[in-house]
């Protein structure tokens, strides 16, 4: 298939994902702030800064938002049209690459796509949002999970899909890494907690929430909360569709299909570093991570899955065999001959 | 409900000057008026509701939002019968044959000019005359691969060609929609009445560009080469590259090495050999044309010229389209094949002429004037409905600029019954038919019937509140 149709595809997907990440822990966090005391600004810019930090630019916010309070980091992860990562910017991403090959895609597909792009667009959406915070995020993350439901139930599944899954699985499980680490602050540099208290505690409880693992956590955990369960559970777990470790093995098989090549070989550098990943996440611990210090094993996996991300680009988008200035003075030369020719011949 | 339909003034597709039902309206007349209001309003609901919801839009430009609109379609028919459009489809044939004859000639020995038929100062002051691709051979000497003809009927029923659509002319994907639109809504009426099918201009298309593959490529790959998705048309790229089974193109897909295209695919590159090109000549290539085109593949035209790439229309072709070449149209039928005319032109009158130019400037009110190479109806004066102050604007330009300008008298299409607010009026409408030159010319039984919706209006554009209406060429003359 043609390399942009691919990409848009693939970006269209990316985005999507992202839009429902942000709603979840921009969601969460602003409930968590309810349970809280009431915090002083140094506490405030505490709990938000991690939060910034996961989804989008900190540098860009603290300049625009002296006052971390949840309005401003609200208006700035959602609202913000000056941050290409805020969620809204994200629906029209997203909606922007599939209008770019909506002849690829199917109607219900585009028609939930365009409807979530005029809500959040609309000047209901910031009613609504006013009304209830919570309503709004919900009206996002499901409109994301409906498109997810239509992309499988409508696309057929052929090179395309792959690709809007590889980019699914790749949005994910960055965004898991990056929730996961919101609270790193209160653990030790190596190794883990020796205990935690209940404030924590229900930290790392949002962290599920944000995750949409509140309740798959529960059945196999019980309520227990500990950040090295929380970890093994948002890292490691094979059945859990958020994990970093599902994540990376949906990608694993998505960039097989593209290929076509088998399990334990690889034509590309994409599918090289995925299997790498994958047999990492596959044979650790989680006390071997917390050995290496949660917070920069997250930092490396992230490291990881962007430069999967830019092998996948390389490998599939844009490849460099052509040489245009070459060409322009060929062509050039060529030109003039020709105006000289027809000048004698007339 | 058809019964309380007058014929205003003019000529009428349906009903002849006594009011009575033409022949070849009759079977269809009968049928339609079994339909009752309610069942007809039920259908034309359902219609609508198809058109939007499988987006048979098109874009306008200058709306900011980029938002689509459906073209309206009416649903009551313009019907051919079987004479008529074994008639037209010769003087089409003719047409065509004597256009691409004269492209050959012009960027080849040019003896038209030299035998003075035309005169060599309007075809060399040409916009669209590419003197670089002069001695240039195209594939098989085709210069038009796909024409769309505009036609028109005056007020005694002659059909009259208004102009020759050589560039890239859009519409034919509303034909095969209209069709499928009519087909749901009106089954029993197909089988009764005998219309002709238009549904294999996908498989003729593709046909005709296969032909014109470089030579010694035996299964040559074929793609549509498209602006994007902000262009008006391109709803029709995706749905003619669809029904052709090919890949749509943007020219960031396709690059030129070794003077060969290729197009960047997940599997690496993969060589091009023909382009259905829906790109104007200016925008195709920035490195040849236009410098600041994005939309066009840069060393496209040194590939083109290499002859391992075939384009379709050929470059070069908006000289036909030229107005002031149009006039010379039935002088190349004469010169080129030695027959008369089949079709005819509309009078014209061309500003560069003394006598002419006289004539335009003292009858502005009565005249139709337009400029030369515009199309889309921009850069029209229509005479008797201007104001004063057009009228004078375009005296300016016509006496500034007289080789870009021609005149016609106002023409006063043929009008047929459409659908208006709940009753059936009259409503002028014309005629594009598509034609394929390949291995031999091909041309749809139909084509587009555009109506100005509009009471009283002359102007069939979509983008000037024009419509729609489904063609139906009978095997039959009743």
Not at chain 2, 394 to 415: C, G, K, T
């Amino acid at each position: 298939m043609l390399s942009r149709v691919a990409n848009s595809l693939y970006w269209m997907s990316r985005y999507i994902e992202r839009a429902e990440n942000i709603a979840r822990i921009v969601d969460v966090n602003l409930q968590l702030l309810l349970d809280m005391r009431s915090l002083d600004e140094k506490q405030l810019i505490a709990y938000w800064k991690p939060i910034v930090i996961a989804t989008g630019d900190e540098e860009a916010f603290f300049k625009a938002h002296p006052h971390a309070t949840g309005a401003a980091v609200t208006e700035f992860l959602v609202f913000d049209k000056e941050n290409p990562n805020s969620l809204i910017q994200s629906i029209c991403q997203a909606r922007e690459n599939a209008r770019m090959v909506r002849d690829q895609i199917t109607l219900e597909l585009w028609e939930e796509l365009n409807r979530l792009y005029l809500f959040v667009r609309s000047p209901q959406a910031r009613e609504v949002w006013r009304r209830s915070a919570t309503e709004f995020f919900q009206e996002v993350k499901s409109s994301s999970l409906h498109i997810i439901g239509i992309i499988n139930a409508t696309l057929i599944h052929n090179e395309g899909w792959w690709f809007v899954q590889a980019g699914q699985f790749l949005e994910r499980a960055d965004k898991t890494t990056r929730i996961l680490d919101v609270r790193h602050e209160s653990l030790p540099e190596r190794g883990l907690p020796q205990s935690i208290s209940p404030d924590e505690a229900l930290g790392w409880s949002a962290v599920l929430r944000s995750c949409s693992a509140w309740d798959a956590y529960k059945s196999i955990n019980s309520a227990d909360v500990h950040p090295r369960r929380v970890a093994e559970f948002l890292l490691l777990s094979d059945h859990f569709p958020r994990s970093v470790r599902f994540c990376v093995n949906e990608l694993n098989r998505a960039l097989r299909r593209i290929s076509g090549v088998a399990e334990g070989r690889f034509s590309n550098d994409a599918e090289k570093l995925t299997g790498r990943f994958l047999a990492e996440l596959q044979f650790s611990s989680i006390e071997e991570i917390f050995d290496v210090g949660l917070h920069k094993y997250l930092d490396d996996a992230q490291l990881k899955l962007i430069n999967i991300g830019d092998a996948l680009f390389r490998a599939y988008i844009f490849q460099s065999f052509d040489n245009p200035d070459e060409f322009h003075m060929v062509q050039q030369e060529e030109q003039q001959q020709q105006l000289k020719s027809l000048i004698i011949h007339r | 409900m058809l019964n309380q339909y007058k014929v205003n003034h003019g000529f009428d597709e349906m009903a002849d000057a006594q009011a009575a039902v033409r022949p070849h309206y009759q079977k269809f007349h009968r049928l339609f008026g079994e339909l009752t209001v309610p069942e007809f309003q039920a259908k034309r609901t359902a219609v609508d509701n198809a058109f939007l919801r499988q987006g048979v839009t098109f874009n306008v430009y200058g709306d900011a939002a980029g938002a689509e609109k459906i073209f309206p379609f009416d649903l009551l028919p313009r019907i051919i019968p079987a004479k008529e459009w074994e008639f037209l489809e010769r003087g089409l044939t003719q047409r065509i044959t004597a256009l691409n004859l004269f492209l050959h000639d012009i960027y080849h020995e040019q003896k038209i000019l030299k035998d003075g038929v035309i005169p060599e100062f309007y075809v060399l002051s040409a916009k669209h005359f590419r003197r670089e691709f002069v001695n240039f051979n195209v594939p098989k000497d085709i210069y038009i691969h796909i024409c769309g003809t505009d036609l028109i009927r005056d007020k005694d029923g002659n059909y009259l060609v208004l102009e020759d659509n050589g560039r890239c002319p859009s519409g034919v994907s509303y034909v095969l929609e209209n069709r499928r639109a009519m087909k749901r809504a009106f089954p029993q009426m197909f089988e009764g009445i005998g219309v002709r099918p238009v549904e294999n201009y996908p498989q003729e298309l593709l046909k005709s560009l296969k032909y014109i593959a470089p030579a010694g490529v035996a299964d040559p790959t074929v793609v549509v080469l498209t602006p994007g998705a902000y262009n008006s048309a391109y709803f029709e790229h995706t749905y003619l590259a669809r029904q052709m089974g090919i890949e749509i193109v943007e020219g960031r897909d396709l690059f030129v090495k070794d003077s060969r295209v290729f197009m960047r695919t997940t599997k690496g590159p993969q060589p091009v050999h023909v382009i259905y090109r829906r790109i104007d000549d200016d925008f195709i290539d920035p490195t040849v044309f236009r410098r600041d085109s994005m939309l066009g593949v840069p060393g496209l035209i040194h590939a083109y010229r290499a002859g391992n790439v075939s384009l379709a229309n050929s470059i070069g072709t908006g000289i036909a389209d030229d107005k002031v070449m149009y006039y010379f149209v039935p002088r190349m039928i004469k010169y080129y094949l030695d027959q008369e005319p089949i079709l005819g032109n509309v009078p014209t009158y061309l500003a560069s002429e003394e006598a002419d130019k006289k004539y335009i400037i003292e009858n502005l009110e009565k005249l139709v004037v337009k400029a030369a190479n515009e199309s889309g109806g921009y850069g029209m004066l229509m005479g008797p409905k201007a104001s004063k102050a057009e009228i004078e604007k375009f005296r300016e330009l016509v006496i500034a600029e007289p080789r870009n300008y021609i005149a016609q008298p106002m023409i006063n299409l043929s009008q047929h019954p459409t659908c208006c607010d709940d009753v059936f009026e009259g409503r002028h409408i014309d005629l594009r038919p598509f034609i394929l030159s390949g291995e031999r010319v091909s041309i749809i039984p139909g084509g587009l019937t555009r109506v100005a919706l509009r009471k009283g209006s002359l102007v069939v554009n979509s983008s000037q509140g024009g419509g729609s209406k489904d063609t139906w060429v009978l095997y039959g003359d009743e």
